[in-house]
Nanobody, 122 residues
């Protein structure tokens, strides 16, 4: 079955950096576009980074220039390098396979891992 295991979160001061990892199993990783999502308390889950099978990347304006998504197909792992972190980046971060539908990236699987908590605070 599908398993997505996120790690690398933690407490960091504003302006700091973190690198998140997500290891996937139970899927043919290399054929999927992958995405990182986040969900802050009381808010909807939002996509913050996408990477295609061809490694084209896409980011919303809120994180562009600060977040970098990458993938290692040999390790079935997708990464999110986050820098210049802000308090508003505080959220639980999740990964999922994604697909282009109705003019937007949407989650491929209904399954979500446990996520990894990122807290940006002084």
């Amino acid at each position: 079955q599908v398993q997505l295991v996120e790690s690398g979160g933690g407490l960091v001061q504003p302006g700091g950096s973190l690198r998140l990892s997500c290891e996937a199993s139970g899927i043919i990783f290399s054929i999927h576009a992958m995405g990182w999502y986040r969900q802050a308390p009381g808010k909807q889950r939002e996509l913050v980074a996408a990477i295609t099978t061809g490694t084209t990347t896409n980011y919303p304006d809120s994180v562009k220039g600060r977040f970098t998504i990458s993938r290692d197909n040999a390790k079935n792992t997708v990464y999110l390098q986050m820098s210049s972190l802000k308090p508003e980046d505080t959220a639980v971060y999740y990964c999922n396979a994604i697909r282009w539908a109705r003019g937007m990236w949407t989650p491929f699987y209904d399954y979500w891992g446990q996520g990894t908590q990122v807290t940006v605070s002084s």
